[in-house]
């Protein structure tokens, strides 16, 4: 027991089985190892330890964590956590010389630098999920690139767009997110070993340097605050949640599209599942899986956040409960954004429902507003005007496209016979040119331009 000088009784089992954390932080192993040869590598360096010291803890250090690595090492609930299994381990492989791995150092600075280790690796890799569904989405675009659909605000039909813009609006959500990891690295990019259990060592160490052979570009410079900041965590929570909204979002587009009543896309069935009762289904599982992890991601910050809110300085035992959020938020994240690019991958439009979806006149009802606008009209009254043309329209079953120029002359004198020109949808699409507006040449142009950025990021 690492503090048996103090106690007379070792713990009870009970409280063994309700402490340990090495049934889920021995995957901070490599960081942890990682961490401590950088840190006896500087404490031989200062003269605290010797080299031959040093050389015979790196060596052991990385005997433990090859046998983690074959699955060969044996973890032991009672040690607790990854960091006393290894130096329990160390000091069994090499003799009492393994008992100066922890020179100047608490397992308070030392799991902030491990879960900052591992943070750090892991913003990279969801940055490079995060890229991954992007190149999805921008071939999904490229594939489908001349296929209109129509835009929906409150679920009700819209305007025409082009379903490349339609992905391509993820594809801006998802650099969003991007972004924001980018930005949280260099928050978890500093280091804390060194500041002790909280007020630092009287040890002549040079945190400095443990920094430089880690990368770390500077230390942390309050050593309460470095032991009990897990703002990193926190900041990554969120990072991942809101890639988890936006991907939420995108497969309840897929769901719905997927689904009879709309019919748009045909996912292969190597990407859905079946009914165990009803042999006609063919269910978008993937989506909705997606769609309903989300949940976890939201819960996972919203625990950890309640976790620390209340938290005195310095360490607490509380904080040995932001590991499992954070693990199966990292997780979680990575899985959504691989299947749902896989998944995009293997997904085609049917183009036939998509025109004739868009072919809906409606669709084109405020460019008929607009239509008066350039005759001088305000616009307000070119909405009241098409309001009531659009009721005219419906109560006669009449589309409004095939309303003649009298019929719509007795709405205002200010049509004429071009109105007719209104819809056509090529037509109404070319005028869409602002930028960031849906036109065919806005979206082939910001097709070209994402898969310039996707190339070389």
Known sequence: MMWKGRFKKSAADAVKNFTESISFDQRLFRHDIQGSVAHVTMLAEVGILTKP???????????????????????????????????????????????????????????????????????ENIRQKVRLLQKSLVDFGRRHGKVLIPGYTHLQRAQPVPIAHHMLAYVEMLERDYERLSDSYRRVDVMPLGSGALGGSTLPIRREMVAEFLDFPKVTQNSMDAVSDRDFVLELLFDCALIGLHCSRLSEDLVLWAGTEFGLIEIEDGYCTGSSLMPQKKNPDLAELSRGKTGRLFGNLISLLTTLKGLPLTYNRDMQEDKEPLFDSVDTTKAVLQILAEMLDHTTVDEDRAAQMASDPLLLATDVADYLVD???????????????????????????????????????HFDSDIREVFDLENAMAKRAAAGAASLKNVQAEIKRWQKTLEVS
């Open 375 to 413: 005759k001088g009209v305000a616009f307000r009254q070119a909405h009241e005007i098409v309001g009531r043309a659009v009721k005219h329209s419906e109560a006669r079953k009449k589309p409004l496209n095939k309303l003649g120029v009298e019929e719509w002359k007795k709405f205002s004198p």
């Open 53 to 123: 010291e040093r050389d015979a803890i790196i060596k052991g250090l990385r005997e433990i964590q090859g046998e983690i690595t074959r699955g060969t090492f044996k973890f032991d609930p009672s040690l607790e956590d990854i960091h006393m299994n290894i130096e329990a381990a160390l000091i069994a492989k090499i003799g009492e010389t393994g008992a100066k791995l922890h020179t100047a150092r608490s397992r308070n600075d030392q799991i902030a630098l491990d879960m900052r280790l591992f943070v750090r690796d892991e913003v």
